[in-house]
């Protein structure tokens, strides 16, 4: 049983910054492949960014430069640092774990970039 819950959402303004956090429990490891991804309303669900075992990141292109992703095995949390952030990062945030076949999904926390 793997259960994910994300935190830090909210509102900021662009150029801003945000911490988002996802905690995860369960049957979690240093190895499991963490994502970020995010959503808004009427397109596809995006992936955002992924940390692998060894720390191994990946990033869209849209975020490289700006977002950090990063996890802390001993509290099973996975960070995603949010720097100048635009309008378009606007969406519903959601923590992932894949293990094949098998996906766990976090219930999201929205992200609102607005002056």
């Known amino acids: 049983q793997v259960q994910l819950v994300e935190s830090g959402g909210g509102l900021v303004q662009p150029g801003g910054s945000l911490r988002l956090a996802c905690t995860g429990s369960?049957?979690?490891?240093?190895?499991?492949?963490m994502d970020w991804w995010r959503e808004v309303p009427g397109r596809q669900r995006e992936l955002v960014a992924e940390?692998?075992?060894?720390?191994?990141?990946w990033y869209v292109d849209s975020v490289k430069g700006r977002f950090t992703v990063s996890r802390d095995n001993a509290e099973i949390k996975v960070y995603l640092q949010m720097n100048n952030v635009k309008l378009e990062d606007t969406a519903v945030y959601y923590c992932?774990?894949?293990?094949?076949?098998?996906?766990?999904w976090g219930q999201g926390t929205q992200v609102t970039v607005s002056s």
């Open positions: 992932a774990m894949t293990r094949n076949p098998k996906t766990w």
């Open positions: 369960g049957n979690i490891d240093r190895n499991d492949v």
């Open positions: 940390i692998a075992s060894g720390d191994i990141t």
